[in-house]
Protein backbone atom coordinates (compact mmCIF):
# COMPACT_ATOMS: atom_id res chain seq x y z
CA UNK A 1 0.00 0.00 0.00
CA UNK A 2 1.40 3.60 -0.90
CA UNK A 3 1.47 6.22 0.87
CA UNK A 4 -1.49 8.15 -0.61
CA UNK A 5 -3.57 4.90 0.32
CA UNK A 6 -2.17 4.73 3.57
CA UNK A 7 -3.17 8.42 4.40
CA UNK A 8 -6.68 7.54 3.00
CA UNK A 9 -7.10 5.23 5.47
CA UNK A 10 -6.16 6.79 8.21
CA UNK A 11 -8.51 9.63 7.45
CA UNK A 12 -11.44 7.43 6.62
CA UNK A 13 -11.23 5.40 9.97
CA UNK A 14 -10.72 8.38 11.77
CA UNK A 15 -13.85 9.89 10.47
CA UNK A 16 -16.19 6.62 10.80
CA UNK A 17 -14.62 6.80 14.48
CA UNK A 18 -16.26 10.15 14.90
CA UNK A 19 -19.43 9.24 13.22
CA UNK A 20 -20.22 6.77 14.82
CA UNK A 21 -19.11 8.05 18.37
CA UNK A 22 -21.14 11.22 17.69
CA UNK A 23 -18.30 12.95 18.51
CA UNK A 24 -16.84 10.96 21.42
CA UNK A 25 -13.41 9.71 19.43
CA UNK A 26 -11.68 13.25 20.39
CA UNK A 27 -8.62 11.22 21.49
CA UNK A 28 -8.59 9.37 18.42
CA UNK A 29 -8.09 12.48 16.83
CA UNK A 30 -5.82 14.17 19.27
CA UNK A 31 -3.23 10.42 19.20
CA UNK A 32 -3.26 11.19 14.97
CA UNK A 33 -1.54 14.54 15.07
CA UNK A 34 1.96 16.02 15.35
CA UNK A 35 2.97 18.18 18.31
CA UNK A 36 3.47 21.04 16.35
CA UNK A 37 0.09 20.61 13.48
CA UNK A 38 -1.67 23.23 12.40
CA UNK A 39 -5.51 23.43 12.71
CA UNK A 40 -7.36 25.49 11.09
CA UNK A 41 -11.42 27.03 10.30
CA UNK A 42 -13.15 28.89 7.78
CA UNK A 43 -14.92 30.97 11.16
CA UNK A 44 -11.17 31.87 12.65
CA UNK A 45 -12.36 32.06 16.43
CA UNK A 46 -15.35 34.45 15.23
CA UNK A 47 -18.14 34.95 17.57
CA UNK A 48 -19.66 32.43 18.52
CA UNK A 49 -17.59 29.77 17.46
CA UNK A 50 -14.45 31.10 19.50
CA UNK A 51 -13.11 27.28 19.34
CA UNK A 52 -12.21 27.83 15.78
CA UNK A 53 -9.22 30.19 16.00
CA UNK A 54 -6.32 28.89 14.87
CA UNK A 55 -4.25 25.88 16.88
CA UNK A 56 -0.50 25.32 16.74
CA UNK A 57 -0.37 22.42 18.65
CA UNK A 58 -2.14 19.43 19.72
CA UNK A 59 -2.87 20.46 23.40
CA UNK A 60 -4.51 23.14 21.30
CA UNK A 61 -6.75 20.74 19.53
CA UNK A 62 -7.48 19.04 21.86
CA UNK A 63 -9.34 22.62 23.28
CA UNK A 64 -11.18 23.23 19.93
CA UNK A 65 -12.83 19.46 20.22
CA UNK A 66 -13.93 20.56 23.68
CA UNK A 67 -15.22 23.80 22.57
CA UNK A 68 -17.32 21.82 19.88
CA UNK A 69 -18.62 19.30 22.31
CA UNK A 70 -19.62 21.88 25.08
CA UNK A 71 -21.51 23.60 22.76
CA UNK A 72 -22.98 21.15 19.89
CA UNK A 73 -24.24 18.00 19.78
CA UNK A 74 -23.95 16.10 16.21
CA UNK A 75 -26.82 14.59 14.29
CA UNK A 76 -24.04 13.42 11.51
CA UNK A 77 -21.31 13.17 9.59
CA UNK A 78 -20.84 11.77 6.55
CA UNK A 79 -17.79 11.28 4.23
CA UNK A 80 -18.62 11.27 0.39
CA UNK A 81 -15.53 11.50 -1.36
CA UNK A 82 -11.79 11.42 0.06
CA UNK A 83 -8.98 12.30 -2.85
CA UNK A 84 -5.37 12.01 -2.03
CA UNK A 85 -2.14 13.97 -3.86
CA UNK A 86 1.59 13.25 -2.08
CA UNK A 87 0.63 13.77 1.80
CA UNK A 88 -2.41 15.44 0.83
CA UNK A 89 -6.10 14.09 1.38
CA UNK A 90 -9.14 16.08 0.97
CA UNK A 91 -12.68 15.09 2.31
CA UNK A 92 -16.14 16.06 0.65
CA UNK A 93 -18.70 15.75 3.33
CA UNK A 94 -21.56 16.89 4.69
CA UNK A 95 -22.41 17.52 8.27
CA UNK A 96 -25.43 18.54 10.96
CA UNK A 97 -25.58 19.65 14.37
CA UNK A 98 -27.62 21.27 17.21
CA UNK A 99 -26.77 24.22 19.59
CA UNK A 100 -27.09 22.51 22.98
CA UNK A 101 -28.13 26.53 23.56
CA UNK A 102 -30.42 27.60 21.12
CA UNK A 103 -32.09 24.41 20.25
CA UNK A 104 -31.32 25.03 16.47
CA UNK A 105 -29.58 22.90 13.75
CA UNK A 106 -27.85 23.28 10.82
CA UNK A 107 -26.99 20.95 7.90
CA UNK A 108 -24.13 22.31 5.59
CA UNK A 109 -21.62 21.07 3.50
CA UNK A 110 -18.14 20.67 4.35
CA UNK A 111 -14.89 20.48 2.78
CA UNK A 112 -11.68 19.31 4.74
CA UNK A 113 -7.85 19.50 4.10
CA UNK A 114 -5.66 17.06 5.49
CA UNK A 115 -1.80 16.98 5.81
CA UNK A 116 -0.14 14.11 6.70
CA UNK A 117 3.70 13.44 7.08
CA UNK A 118 5.09 9.65 8.54
CA UNK A 119 1.51 8.97 9.91
CA UNK A 120 0.64 11.85 11.80
CA UNK A 121 -1.63 14.82 10.73
CA UNK A 122 0.57 17.35 10.56
CA UNK A 123 -2.07 20.44 8.87
CA UNK A 124 -5.92 21.15 8.79
CA UNK A 125 -8.27 23.06 7.63
CA UNK A 126 -12.08 23.10 7.26
CA UNK A 127 -14.61 24.97 5.42
CA UNK A 128 -18.00 25.06 6.11
CA UNK A 129 -21.35 27.38 5.83
CA UNK A 130 -20.51 30.02 8.52
CA UNK A 131 -23.31 31.58 8.00
CA UNK A 132 -25.90 28.25 8.54
CA UNK A 133 -23.65 27.81 12.23
CA UNK A 134 -23.80 31.35 13.16
CA UNK A 135 -27.48 31.55 12.74
CA UNK A 136 -27.71 28.42 14.36
CA UNK A 137 -25.59 29.68 17.88
CA UNK A 138 -27.56 32.35 18.33
Wanted: glycine residues 8%; proline residues 2%; negative net charge.
Amino acid sequence: MGEEARNVELIKQAYKLWHDSKGGSVDHFVGLAAEDIKFGSIARGAEPLAFTAPINNREMMRGYFEGLLREWQMLHYDVHQLVAQDDMVFARCSTSWRNKKTGKAFDTPKADFWRLRDGKIVEFYEYFDTAQVMAAAT
